[in-house]
């Protein structure tokens, strides 16, 4: 339970997916980080952004061996500060003094909280993530949607919350 860390990115942070993050974190009894709030600048191909709050993110999450992505639905794919912050992981695939810290994702197991309008997420949104883990090596644990297209209401989802911390 412990060794699992949240990533969290949403235009609205008590947003539908805000809501759905706060109860999956609740249970579990662990730590949302709200990439919007940090300090992530989007990949650079000379990194020039090295100094910003990337690194020091990822060195605490090196030292989980769960990594919960959660994002809403925008368009296909994740909210902006989730997509800044994967394209960043490049650093730890380009950068000769990162390679060695970037393997320690491998093995390390990715799942997905995700919200839109429909039951089932767009497969584009769920493949992005299940091409992406397993290219850094990583395993996909599995996922949890949330059809919010009357917002977010936690009894319709009981059931797949349920689901979905059985995995844990
Ligand atoms: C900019 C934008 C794009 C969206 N694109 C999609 C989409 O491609 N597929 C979908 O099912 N829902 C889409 N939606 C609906 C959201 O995924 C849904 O309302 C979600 O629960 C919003 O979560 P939030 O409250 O954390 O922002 C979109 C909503 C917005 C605001």
Known sequence: MNNTIILFASSRRNGNTGKLTDRIAKELGVEIVDLGKLQLSPFDYDHKNRGDDFEPLMDRVFEYNNIIFASPIYWYSVAPAMKIFIDRISDYLDLPDLLEKGRLLRGK????????ISD??????????????????????????????????????????????RRF
């Open 120 to 165: 089932l997420p767009d497969e584009p949104f769920i493949n992005a993530f299940k091409n992406t883990f397993e290219y850094l090596g990583m395993e996909f644990g599995g996922y949890i949607n949330a059809n919010c297209i009357d917002d977010y209401k936690e009894s319709s989802c009981e059931s797949d919350i349920q689901s979905f911390l």
């Open 109 to 116: 197991k990715g799942y997905v909280i995700c919200t839109c």
